[in-house]
């Protein structure tokens, strides 16, 4: 018989605040060394529920996937338009063009290459630190004559993705407790924050559909076309906007082969926590592993706010996140530390594991 998987498929129930959870069965047998695919809904949060609602979906959520979609975000529909169009706008430069933006070091223009130690993806980005003038040096390099209206699009996205951030954090502080709410969002509101927002884009491949549907790590399977691989973001939350084309994906919380396709809508956003946050709640929050396949006809332009605290902030467990029952996981470490660490690693290594308490050598998976 095929092993049964279980899973959690999240359903909002239109009387009251529960989810609701249904046991799902994997249909095929999976390999060693191959993939499961997955398709269920993940959980959905309305921001125009009441706020006791919102507050305890979102940490069940954060806790049980470490993910979730936003809907009814109050973000303009204008910032969202503005930023898309200037997206597209840069990335249908000509290569001369965009690579003046760039090389990434880690911030600006970057093609194929992912970080420092020969990670490569099917896409291009283009990566910014928050802070207004960094936006506008940046972008300068792009159009000397007038980078307003690129200016003006990244820096009124950014700030609508930290009010909205700052929001999340907020609730997701009442959920859990929090003598002060605003732990979380305090550290993403100084002005030394080291928050991010990067563009991405995922050119179209033609291969036919047979091709575009396979998924496979196999290194010999030519096939797949991974546009971004497996990891999981070190800041404390992400906040991802796409257009309506597939290719997002997030690991199974109950089996790290099985993925789960994630429905593309451009109206909402998608919010995930990173390392970070799961550090500062001792485990209660995890930090998803994801990853974005580019097998679609279509191209695929994705936007990522990434909420970070200032280099010199240190992270450690939340004294309310540690108790008898859940003893300390993670020492503490500066967020600088945590980045100095995470740039000398493969994208697909578990660096958090470098941090924990009963850490021991062989027990963290860096890709050589």
């Not at 970080?115 to 990566?127: I, P």
């Amino acid at each position: 018989m095929p092993p049964r998987l279980v899973s959690l498929q999240p359903a909002i129930s239109s009387s009251s605040s529960t989810l609701l959870y249904k046991d799902m069965v994997a249909n095929h047998f999976m390999p060693e060394n191959k993939e499961g695919f997955l398709h269920l809904d993940l959980p959905v949060i309305d921001l125009s529920w009441k706020r006791e609602r919102a507050r305890k979906l979102i940490v069940r959520a954060f806790k049980e996937f470490g993910f979730f979609k936003l809907i009814n975000h109050g973000v303009s529909k204008d910032i969202i338009y503005n930023i898309e169009k200037e997206s597209k706008e840069f990335f249908s430069l000509p290569a001369s063009e965009k690579q003046k933006a760039g090389p990434p070091n880690p911030i600006g223009y970057g093609s194929k290459k992912i970080g420092f130690n020969g990670d490569t993806g099917e896409l291009e980005y283009l990566l910014f630190h928050t802070n207004p003038s960094s936006i506008y040096q940046r972008v300068r390099t792009l159009n000397r004559e007038d980078p307003r209206n690129f200016c003006c699009a990244v820096n009124n996205y950014v700030e609508a993705m930290k009010e909205l951030a700052c929001e999340i954090l907020d609730i997701l502080g009442e959920g859990l407790g929090l003598d002060d709410k605003r732990t979380f969002s305090k550290l993403v509101r100084d002005e030394d924050s080291d928050s991010l927002v990067r563009l991405n884009h995922y050119p179209p491949y033609y291969g036919n559909s047979e091709d575009r549907l396979s998924i496979s790590k196999n290194k010999d399977d030519k096939v797949a076309r991974v546009g971004f691989g497996e990891h999981s973001d070190p800041q404390m939350l992400t906040i991802l906007r796409s257009n309506d084309v597939e290719g997002l994906q997030i690991q199974s919380p109950t089996n790290d082969r099985v993925w789960i396709p994630v429905k593309s809508d451009p109206s909402a956003f998608f919010v995930n926590v990173g390392d970070a946050l799961q550090a500062m709640t001792n485990g209660r929050c995890l930090s998803v592993r994801h990853r974005a396949m580019a097998n679609t006809r279509r191209s695929r332009l994705s936007t990522m706010f990434f909420a970070a605290p200032p280099l010199h902030a240190c992270i450690s467990p939340l004294p309310e996140m540690v108790t008898v029952e859940n003893p300390q996981k993670y020492r503490s470490f500066t967020w600088d530390e945590y980045k100095k660490i995470m740039y000398s690693l493969r994208l697909a290594s578990n660096r958090l594991n470098l941090f924990q308490l009963d850490y021991k050598e062989e027990s963290i998976k860096v890709i050589s």
